[in-house]
């Protein structure tokens, strides 16, 4: 488990199998930078899970306006050279999305 607090992950490349975030992208300002560090540090066919509040009035969470919205953010991430292989809800506060790293051509 490793905590940080810049978009730079102090790790060699492919060198981890799973990634977990949880509660962070509705934080980082520039999430493609972030997703690029996971992708370079993941092995081949590595796992990303992101763990984030639904973006409708929930119990507990940040304001409705830093929400991300479930579908966006997966194809967001998409977009970054991941696949989504699983998603489900995690209560009424948060989901969870599931990707695998894409290879490097």
Do not use: W
């Not at 066919?45 to 991300?68: D, W, Y």
């Not at 967001?76 to 809800?89: A, C, P």
């Amino acid at each position: 488990l490793i905590k940080v607090e810049s978009d730079h992950l102090d790790l060699a490349d492919h060198t981890i199998d799973i990634a977990l975030m949880v509660t962070v992208m509705h934080e980082l300002p520039d999430c493609g930078s972030m997703l690029a560090e996971v992708k370079r540090i993941l092995k081949e066919a590595g796992r990303l899970a992101v763990i984030e509040f639904h973006k409708r009035n929930t119990p507990m969470g940040p304001p409705l306006g830093r929400r991300l919205d479930q579908g966006e953010l997966a194809d967001d991430i998409e977009k970054s050279g991941f696949t989504l292989v699983d998603s489900f809800e995690l209560g009424v506060n948060i989901y969870c999305l599931v990707f695998e790293a894409e290879s490097s051509p």
